[in-house]
């Protein structure tokens, strides 16, 4: 009775292993760049969804939906609005201040592995935004991030999806800051910053428009938007125009790209800030000269601080695709 039982459950699992097989053989076949519907889409009868979101499984295999890409690149800067604020002690516009580097240089590097209609990125970005002043202060969201792509709609020159990203990053102001150099009463304030933000995680959708030219040239078009999910709130948008002529044995790709993006985070702590008052004194030759005071401490309380920074960017990648 028991080699029979075993017999039975042998054979049935030898049937469905071979049925298993004929459909992946219908699914993924020679492997082709093309995309088209699948036999096995047909056989599983979704032709009605596939209207709607593209083919399912393509036609020409699994293999041929491989298009990754590795790249690096830079962008140009422009800080549109810089603020700190405190419960107790008022708000700071670090930006009319003229104490930050108004056009701070972006960095990127970044590889995307994507597979049927999943992607998996990761990127380094440096991004620093610097004082004027010798030894003064930074802000800083350079570091590591990883997010994940699904496309939901993918035709063969459209595709809408999905995303999500993971910022192994912690948000900071740190440094020395002058907050009010213009003050009319000749009075000069001083900050002494160590604030530091949640790692943020986003959520968002992406747009890729990829026919096989557009007037005469090969180029498509990208686009993006991110919001806050948790931790900081980081808010990204922005779109890019992709030149990609062949070469050699893969597709060299120059992106032109567009992008804004706002970053707020708080903390609780205690920011120490100085006054440095203009001393008129006279000289040996009995010439009025104005000095700056020592710098007097202005008592503070811990309290939550908040950095409120919008980013608008300009930049160029070089990708290539394989």
């Avoid at 093309?34 to 393509?58: D, N, R, T, Y």
């Avoid at 590889?111 to 930074?138: C, K, P, Q």
Wanted: proline fraction near 6%; hydrophobic fraction near 40%; include cysteine.
């Amino acid at each position: 009775m028991r080699r029979t039982t075993r017999y039975r459950a042998v054979k049935s699992i030898t049937r469905v292993i071979l049925v298993a097989a004929f459909v992946c053989l219908a699914a993924v076949g020679p492997c082709s760049a093309q995309w088209s519907g699948s036999s096995l889409s047909s056989l599983l009868a979704l032709s009605s969804l596939e209207s709607i979101v593209g083919p399912i499984f393509p036609a020409k295999g699994l293999c041929s939906t491989f298009r990754s890409e590795v790249g690096t690149g830079v962008r140009l800067g422009d800080v549109v609005s810089a603020k700190l604020s405190g419960d107790n002690q008022g708000e700071f516009n670090l930006r009319s201040a003229a104490v930050l580097d108004e056009s701070p240089l972006r960095f990127d590097t970044y590889a995307d592995l994507r597979f049927w209609r999943f992607g998996f990125r990761g990127a380094y970005s440096n991004a620093e935004t610097r004082t004027r002043s010798v030894n003064g202060g930074h802000v800083d969201f350079s570091g590591l991030i990883l997010g994940g792509d699904v496309d939901a709609v993918q035709f063969q020159w459209l595709t809408v999806g999905s995303s999500i990203d993971f910022y192994f990053i912690d948000p900071r102001i740190q440094g020395v800051f002058w907050t009010n150099p213009n003050d009319p009463t000749g009075v000069l304030n001083t900050e002494t910053i160590d604030l530091i933000g949640d790692r943020p995680i986003t959520w968002g959708s992406y747009l890729r428009y990829v026919p096989p030219e557009i007037l005469g040239f090969p180029v498509h078009v990208e686009a993006m938007y991110k919001v806050p999910l948790k931790g900081s709130k980081l808010i990204i948008y922005g779109a890019s125009l992709v030149f990609r002529p062949q070469i050699y044995r893969f597709d060299v790709s120059c992106k032109l790209i567009a992008e804004k993006t706002h970053l707020k985070f708080q903390n609780n702590t205690q920011i120490q800030l100085f006054n440095v008052s203009p001393v008129t004194t006279v000289d040996a030759f009995g010439n009025a000269v104005t000095l700056l005071s020592p710098p007097s401490p202005v008592p503070t309380l811990p309290q939550n601080w908040e950095l409120d920074m919008e980013w608008k960017y300009f930049g160029v990648e070089f990708a290539a695709y394989f």
